[in-house]
């Protein structure tokens, strides 16, 4: 899985592609680390070519987005592919995080 | 002469002497550089008579003069007969060297095996890559002499490894240079290198270098190399004895990483196991008697363990209440999360008699700090049947599949409500409920059915399931259990097990 990062304002975006799953996990999570431990803690996390998530990705995220509210932030995510909807819909993480359907929308 | 030189001519000389005294010689002797070696007869030196001596050099390679001398002989051919003699000895002395260069040379190679054969001795003992390294290193400096050594690994997973012994004298830099010239040469390489760090006055001298490719399964990465930090050259039989040496390193490498993996594997095993035994041990022994109800229950840990769980909690006098769920994570980590969702779990029940949201706050409340210490969360479907109203309240925080079906109606889903616990620090479950007559079928699984996958890598998926929980609704628990498991299996032949499936069945019947 690719990981990208950029900043647009103070906002951190991160860009993932590809499968995001225990194999994969530890770089998102160690780049969420990074954007919680510096303010202003905020992270849009673009899914856009994510095609698949496993638990242990949505514990990554699940994770990132405790550390940032606990340091004053918020993690936000944005372009989820149809599949990877239904997994936030059947586990209702859909209640715990803000999705967006696009960035533009995410960073405002 | 050497001792044992002149200990060998003696036999030959004493014949030749012989032979001159009893034609009529007076005396018969080897002489060094005017000096007495040997005389025939022996007896106290005759002082040197030169006036009626005969003598002849001997002609060898060596600095000194040798030479045969006869006193008192009236041989005409005397010269004649004593040059031949002195011809005959320097042959003797020439073969004497030869002997012993090739006795040295014996005795040096019976060194060198019985140093390869420590060679192969020390490194059994070694675990890590490391000290076999290590190990190479110190034994190909002591073998070949050489002011130092040097052995380098590239592992599988890219990082470098470098031993020197007895001293380094080359950087990391420059011994990972040199390998890497050796790994694109694909040859023996000879060269020299100033050296960075050293605190001998031959400081300025080139140091001279011997280094040769490794190959360890067949690739080119490992290297050994010398170092004779004078910029003293390599002979080539030191040159032969070395590359011996580096062949016999790469089967001591290819020892040391296959021993790597096999640790590696055993460590993985154990923690495996580890988990299953753990999550055994936590799932119920028994099946509850509940009037009204058929129960079945099973839960099948994949290779990877994970952390499903089902559970019966609530004692007799209490309804009948379930759990089933599902911790984020596999392996080790999450048995234990599972571990803990248990104690907590049960903990709740024996408090006082709560319905199934009031069952998952309080799971929430318990576990919500130490679920987000840990970085999990873990989904789960609380039942509780109510036998004489035939009513089965429920609570979802973020699990599935869990498929309801009335005896001849459709099968759905009941979806989640709330949030696995641990993701938010407030619960958002709500009690639900519904109708449990005779002959309504609930299946309460894990994802570990709805995403088993077949050999094309298709999913079992949720409208396949719905559809098998219809085809079953008239049978029994235990019944729709087997086939469950059954169904799966087929579906996901020469495909291996991903994910935990664990089911609970309940069945109604009539009491």
Redesign the interface.
Known sequence: MELRSRTVNTVTVLDLSGRFD?HTASNV?AALEKVASAAPAKVVINLGDVNFMD??A???L??GM?RCRQAGGDLCLCRLQPQVRIIFE????D??FDIYPSEAEALT | MQDFVLAALKPRLTIFAEAWLAAGATGYGIWEDGRLLAQWPVGPSEPYDGRSAVTMPIHTNSATSLELCVTGTRDTAAQGRLKGEAALIADLIHLEGELDEMTTRLIETQDQLLALYDLTHAARSHLSMQDALNSLAWESSRLLRTDSAFAIVRMPDGAPIIAQQPVPYLSNAQAGALFHRVQAGQQDLLTSLSLENTDDAVASAQASLFIMPILVRSQVMAALGLLNKTGKPFTSPDMKLARAIAEQGGAQIENALLLQETLAQARVQTEMELAQRVQLRLLPQRLPRVPGLELAARSRPALQVGGDFYDFIGGAGRPLTFAVGDVSGKGMGAALVMSMMHTALHGISRLASLTPAAIAEQANEQLYDDFTEVGAFATMFVGQYDSAARLLNYANAGHSPVIYCPEGGAARLLGADGTPIGVLPISLCRDQCLQFRPGDLLIAATDGFSEAQNITGEMFGYERLLQLTESLVALSAPEVLNALFAAVETFSAGHPQDDDQTVVVLKGVSA
Request: glycine letters at 0%; aromatic letters at 0%; hydrophobic letters at 50%.
């Open positions: 225990a999570a638990s242990t949505l514990a990554t699940v994770q405790k059947l586990t209702r993480l209640k715990a």
